[in-house]
């Protein structure tokens, strides 16, 4: 049986290829925010502690204000939407898992800092750049990658 994870692990090794952007730490980087955002794949909309749907949808809990920045600011969105093949479409990262990893990665794209190379770093960069007016922590992001991702 495939975990959820494992589906993630093969949306994300799949469009970084498509989308001629893959190295380990994009995959890496990937792989711990989708592993806490989705809590190891559980969701792909945000849930709130009254139990209902949130703004953020997808396995990195994608904003629409966040989305649509992207799709406005993005200097490679353009070249990389039709080299892949999507439209701006924000209700489709919920249910598509290839559509939000796309989104997600032309986000880390727009910043001009590196991706880190190991997963210390990572889970700071995640808090500080993915996280950075959220809750969670360096360690959170660092802990789930473990509890649902494990060492691949």
Known sequence: MIDKMDKISESINKVLKAMRRHSVPAYCT??????????????????????????????????????????????????????????QDFERLEVDDDYAVFMARCYLLMDANP?????????????????????ATSDKYLNDYYLYVGLR
């Open 115 to 135: 991706l880190p190379a190991n997963l210390e770093d990572a889970a700071k960069y995640c808090k500080s750049y993915w996280n950075r007016n959220g809750k």
């Open 30 to 87: 990937l792989m711990m925010i989708a592993a806490h955002e989705s809590m190891g794949g559980r969701y792909r909309y945000q849930v709130t502690k009254g139990g209902k749907k949130g703004k953020a949808r997808g396995v990195f809990q994608m904003e629409k204000e966040t989305h649509d920045s992207i799709w406005a600011h993005s200097d490679s969105i353009a070249s990389l939407s039709a080299l892949c093949g999507y439209n």
